[in-house]
T-cell receptor, first 114, second 113 residues
Framework: AQSVTQPDIHITVSEGASLELRCNYS??????LFWYVQSPGQGLQLLLK??????LVQGIKGFEAEFKRSQSSFNLRKPSVHWSDAAEYFC????????????FGTGTKLQVIP | NAGVTQTPKFRVLKTGQSMTLLCAQD?????MYWYRQDPGMGLRLIHY???????AKGEVPDGYNVSRLKKQNFLLGLESAAPSQTSVYFC????????????FGSGTQLSVL
């Protein structure tokens, strides 16, 4: 069965510091991968997605993610974090074929300190 | 263009009561999903639908039923609510392409006492 693992439940970074949020997936074929962000009390917003081609994908708000097949990872990065980036981040994988399910990781809550 | 609309936004139930959550989308999407969000557990898929008249079980379907009689609506029912069903429920829809994103509703906060 497909699964998505986000090993970090909570991360704290200083404003202006770099950020990397980890995501590992378990799936037999090349997955369709997504990162979503959820601000407090809000719904989820798509940051970026990967489905083929370049393994480094750019998203909104200055985020990027790199797909590494050998490590089954799709880590999210940002060179300089802003206080407004404080939110919860979810990695997700889409299982195509006969299922059409979208499975989410457990999320990483990002705290940004001045 | 309203997108994905969930009703109600808040609800408090007593154990054993029943209720239906309504999700409506006006984007002509084929796929619709119901998730529940609990602290530390992310979003877990309850049921989903790949088209009008079809439904399928997700990761945590027990205690819930769904129906997709019309393409634009996806209903989530709780026949006999339990405190373990206290959660925030999100509906989402998406087009059929594999790389398409999910469009989310604003969520329903459900408390079962």
């Amino acid at each position: 069965a497909q699964s998505v693992t986000q090993p970090d439940i909570h991360i704290t970074v200083s404003e202006g510091a770099s950020l990397e949020l980890r995501c590992n997936y378990s799936y037999g074929a090349t997955p369709y991968l997504f990162w979503y962000v959820q601000s407090p009390g809000q719904g989820l917003q798509l940051l970026l997605k990967y489905f083929s081609g370049d393994t480094l994908v750019q998203g909104i708000k200055g985020f990027e993610a790199e797909f590494k097949r050998s490590q089954s990872s799709f880590n999210l990065r940002k060179p300089s974090v802003h206080w407004s980036d404080a939110a919860e981040y979810f990695c997700a994988v889409f299982l195509s074929g006969g299922y059409q399910k979208v499975t989410f990781g457990t999320g990483t809550k990002l705290q940004v300190i001045p | 263009n309203a997108g994905v609309t969930q009703t109600p936004k808040f609800r408090v139930l007593k154990t054993g009561q029943s209720m239906t959550l309504l999700c409506a989308q006006d984007m002509n999407h084929e796929y619709m999903y119901w998730y529940r969000q609990d602290p530390g557990m992310g979003l877990r898929l309850i049921h989903y639908s790949v088209g009008e008249g079809t439904t399928a079980k997700g990761e945590v379907p027990d205690g819930y039923n769904v129906s997709r009689l019309k393409k634009q609506n996806f209903l989530l029912g709780l026949e006999s609510a339990a405190p373990s069903q206290t959660s925030v429920y999100f509906c989402a829809s998406r087009p059929t392409g594999a790389n398409e994103k999910l469009f989310f509703g604003s969520g329903t906060q459900l408390s079962v006492l």
